[in-house]
């Protein structure tokens, strides 16, 4: 089955730093990427969405410049966390949709456990 | 905007049915989903019906669907402690592809 690996799977940081994200397809070349956000005990929250080759469109109240999308191949998008925070800890997860794919075909990843000290 | 609701809890022992429930707000909603997220862990896909579909049956897990009411539910038979998770609702439309979440159940197993 398809596969979306996301690393790191855990990354402490301290404040100020940035840190970046990477999700991978692994089997398949993802045409869109999701970025989500999950506090503890929520939902997922989705933060933008990324399609190959071009700019991401970010969901309101997400600050672009702070996480910053990029989707420059099929199979990787990266999410950058910029000079972050300790409100920014969080658990973040992407997911993936194959090119051609129906509409129920996605995929995540494992997801990234950000601690900001 | 969209909304997704789900309990926050259910409790059941081990060996009968857990029954979770999901209302939604789009009428337009063309595929739901059932997720499972295991502690740390990320989303496991579990199963997912398209809108004109009352019912899907795959395994232990049943889905039914009434879309008058915009309620969906998910039965898994003959629980396990390995069921044990929080298990997440989502709807989508057939061209909009992002995923909007319910607040999650958390299902715990009675010995």
């Known amino acids: 089955g398809a596969v979306v690996s996301q690393h790191p799977s855990r990354v402490i940081c301290k404040s100020g730093t940035s840190v970046k994200i990477e999700c991978r397809s692994l089997d398949f070349q993802a045409t869109t990427m999701f970025w989500y956000r999950q506090f503890p005990k929520q939902s997922l929250m989705l933060m933008a969405t990324?399609?190959?080759?071009?700019?991401?469109?970010?969901e309101q109240g997400v600050e672009k410049d702070k996480f910053l999308i990029n989707h420059a191949s099929l199979t990787l998008s990266t999410l950058t966390v910029t000079s972050a925070h300790p409100e920014d800890s969080s658990f973040y997860i992407c997911s993936a949709r194959g090119k051609g794919r129906a509409g129920a075909d996605v995929h995540f990843g494992n997801g990234t456990r950000l601690t900001v000290t | 905007g969209e909304d997704v609701e789900q309990s926050l809890f259910l409790s059941v022992r081990e060996g009968d049915s857990s029954v979770i429930n999901c209302t939604y707000t789009d009428s337009s909603s063309t595929y739901l989903y059932w997720y499972k997220q295991e502690p740390g862990a990320g989303l496991q896909l579990l199963t997912y019906i398209f809108s004109n579909m009352d019912m899907k049956q795959d395994q232990r897990l049943t889905v039914l669907l009434n879309k008058k009411d915009k309620h969906l539910s998910l039965r898994i038979a003959d629980t396990q402690t390995g069921d044990s998770a929080i298990y997440f609702c989502a709807e989508s439309g057939l061209l909009n592809e992002k995923l909007t979440f319910g607040t999650g159940t958390r299902l715990t197993i009675i010995p």
């Open positions: 990324s399609n190959e080759g071009s700019k991401a469109t970010y």
